[in-house]
């Protein structure tokens, strides 16, 4: 079987769960004997270039020219595509041309995209072309709801696949007993991450003179307020910064914490929190409608705390210290729940998928549609003649810079 793979977001500064749990996905397939190809605009980001070079996939970054019209690329990206005749292609990531390209696929082709977050960036596109679309994988099972009810797509064509992480065979019984070991792992943002909320978090902590130690793992542009905010907590060793992570030494961190948190005001299946989770973290976590709720059972292994209640997570945190012996059952129970998403089980539900996507697309095929409407966010509000000035200057502008 041959697989394309589309994610032209791989290259931008913001790394998340969506593309974090490519390199697991490419490498399982590949050894399922699939040709394997991801196509990306320009180079991937270097972090995950490196997760990506040991998979064995082929990476095409430089298909269309980045600086034409989105119009103009999709077709010279299509041709490609046909080309190429792969059986499957999917859609993981993209902004536009991944999904402009999609009316002038070959209908032999099964088309397939992926919804990282309860979010629109996910839904406009796949409702706006969901005519073209074989079928949607959801990581979340509230992202499979979206794509039913919102994007109106037929139930038999969507279905829930959350990410795989690395789990630890063992479960560590020993719980901290003389302070909090608490552990973030994520993009060090305002919007959706609310890293605020930690903030302030720390400070009561802090204040009230109880003692813990807060990693921080990851990067972004609240950094330097977060260094700003916990001075003291970070001189102190209260609050470690660890900043950008291989995955190898994320879940040495965790297997070493006794609680995961995590303030989010959305997510789709976060890969920090299933990881932790399997790694015997007890998560403390915003309840949300995403896949929070597919792992976390209030009270019986975490708890769920409405999005903004910093009193809320600190009254979690404290009955935590206060009891080891329940912290350490819930820990337990977030380990045995997190032990359900390998990463093989996850390859193995793509695998299963795809094959199912070719039925459907045998028994339902798609027609080719040349002059179908551009998504709307792709559309210029400025006449062809600007828009080729445009153009024009881009591409001189990079061959001076050569």
């Not at 509230?142 to 064509?157: H, P, Q, R, T, V």
């Not at 560590?172 to 890293?195: C, D, N």
Request: aromatic share 8%.
């Amino acid at each position: 079987m041959r697989i394309i793979i589309t994610d032209t977001t791989l290259s931008g500064p913001l790394i998340g769960g969506g593309h974090l749990f490519l390199p697991k996905l490419l490498r399982g397939l590949i050894q399922h004997y699939y040709e394997v190809h991801l196509v990306t605009s320009g180079e991937p980001h270097e972090r995950i270039r490196e997760l990506l070079q040991d998979t064995g996939v082929t990476i095409h970054s430089d298909i269309w020219n980045k600086h034409d019209f989105v119009e103009r690329s999709s077709r010279v990206f299509a041709k490609w595509i046909n080309e190429i005749k792969p059986d499957v292609y999917l859609v993981s990531a993209s902004q536009d041309i991944g999904w402009v390209a999609l009316p002038l696929l070959d209908p032999g082709i099964v088309t397939l995209t992926i919804g990282h977050t309860d979010d629109e960036t996910f839904y406009l596109p796949a409702r706006h072309y969901s005519s073209f679309l074989t079928g949607a994988i959801g990581v979340s099972r509230e992202i499979c709801e979206s794509y039913i009810d919102s994007c109106k797509l037929d139930a038999s064509m969507v279905t829930w696949i959350p990410y795989g992480v690395e789990t630890a065979g063992s479960f560590r019984e020993e719980t901290e007993t003389e302070r909090l070991r608490i552990i973030y792992a994520g993009r060090v943002e305002e919007e959706q991450k609310r890293i605020s909320d930690l903030i302030a978090i720390a400070k009561i902590l802090t204040e009230r003179d109880i003692s813990y130690e807060l990693c921080i793992v990851g990067d972004g542009s609240e950094m330097p307020r977060l260094k700003q905010k916990l001075g003291g907590e970070i001189a102190r060793g209260s609050v470690i910064l660890y900043g950008w992570l291989n995955g190898t030494d994320v879940i040495t961190l965790m297997r070493e914490s006794d609680i995961f948190l995590l303030t989010s005001d959305y997510e789709g299946f976060c890969i920090a929190l299933v990881e932790a989770m399997a790694n015997g973290c007890c998560p403390v976590v915003s309840d949300i409608r995403s896949g929070n709720k597919d792992l976390v059972v209030n009270g019986e292994n975490g708890f769920l705390v409405p999005v903004g209640d910093i009193n809320g997570f600190i009254q979690r945190l404290t009955a935590l210290r206060d009891d080891p012996v329940k912290l350490r059952n819930l820990r337990r129970s977030a380990w045995e729940k997190g032990r359900d998403f390998t990463v093989q089980r996850m390859v193995d539900k793509y695998a299963g998928f795809f094959n199912t996507a070719m039925k459907l697309a045998r028994e339902n095929p798609r027609e080719l549609s040349p002059g179908f409407p551009l998504l709307p966010t792709c559309r210029s509000k400025y006449p062809d003649w600007m828009r080729n000035l445009k153009v024009m200057a881009r591409k001189a502008v990079s061959k001076f810079n050569k």
